[in-house]
């Protein structure tokens, strides 16, 4: 329905509007979906569905692997005196982060690159389920609970998963909107993330390629000798380097751009609307 047939005036006319918010995280794409009204506007989360449907159990695994370090709470899990659970939530996605990793020294909680790639490819396979369900998710939305509008808030890494069939059906479903960081929103969101690191998807191919660059210059002989924070301070960079284009390129052939520093001036549905139809165009 939205592929390469959709204008201001017939997005305005459009009924049920569906629409993908696609950029990095930071960028405000949680922060639009909670201004728009909560009766009118389906909220998906990608994240949240990878986390709370295909990532559930491989994150609880995880978190009783470290508590069966613990004598007190190993018995405790043996004998089904206690069970553990995540609580993830749309504006708490720490459990994924901490399953994630980072690569380094594992005196310093890093991993090996090996249980790193693991993990990752765990993520990708997810998020491609994840976005796959949005078509299902819209019928739902509509059918079952009465929404008229649908919001799939993309994680940040949907550029990185190299299936086109997913942007493909995105596209069909929904408008995908690019909100694009000016360059202060860019610096804020890099200032951010260095000081605060939290670990993410990214390609293996990206690893592979800013790896050995990392080890070389800082003349270390493999990975378990990296600290996992500073690896991911220099890595951090490149990859909105790399991510950039990626986003750009989603944009240029499925959607359009919204400058996403006009989500601070978003009071509400109609502002959103509107700031679309701009982007859209006659």
């Known amino acids: 329905m939205y592929r390469k047939k959709m204008s201001s005036s ?8 569906a629409v993908t918010l696609l950029g990095m995280s930071g960028s405000g794409k949680t922060t639009l979906a909670s201004r728009l009204p909560r009766h ?3 909220h998906y989360s990608g994240d949240y569905r990878i986390g709370t449907r295909y990532m559930d159990e491989p994150i609880l695994d995880n978190v009783k692997r470290e508590a069966m370090k613990v004598p007190f709470l190993a018995d405790l899990l043996r004998s089904d005196s206690i069970y553990l659970c995540h609580n993830i939530t749309i504006n708490n996605l720490t459990p994924i982060a901490s399953f994630l990793g980072m690569i380094g020294n ?11 790639k693991r993990r990752q490819d765990l993520h990708r396979a997810a998020e491609i389920k994840a976005m796959q369900d949005v078509r299902g998710f819209m019928t739902k939305a509509q059918d079952t609970y009465g929404y008229p ?5 993309a994680g940040g890494s949907l550029c990185e998963l190299d299936e086109p ?13 690019y909100l694009k960081p000016s360059q202060a929103m860019l610096g804020q969101i890099m200032e951010r993330s260095l000081r605060d690191p939290k670990p993410m998807y ?6 592979d390629r800013v790896l050995p660059e990392y080890l070389a210059e ?18 951090f960079p490149r990859l909105v380097e790399h991510r950039l284009p990626r986003y750009q390129a989603i944009a240029d052939d499925y959607g359009v751009v919204l400058e996403a520093d006009q989500i601070d001036h978003i009071r509400g549905e109609d502002d959103f609307i509107e700031l679309i139809c701009e982007a859209l165009g006659s």
């Open 106 to 116: 594992p005196a310093l909680g890093g991993l090996s690159v090996a249980e790193f």
């Open 149 to 153: 509008h649908f919001i799939n808030d």
């Open 202 to 207: 990214y390609q293996n191919g990206f690893l």
């Open 40 to 42: 009118h506007w389906f």
């Open 10 to 17: 017939i997005f305005r006319k459009v009924p049920h509007k």
């Open 218 to 235: 800082q003349k270390l002989a493999s990975s378990d000798e990296i600290v996992p924070d500073d690896f991911f301070r220099w890595m």
């Open 165 to 177: 069939s997913v942007l493909e059906r995105l596209a069909e479903d929904t408008l995908i909107l």
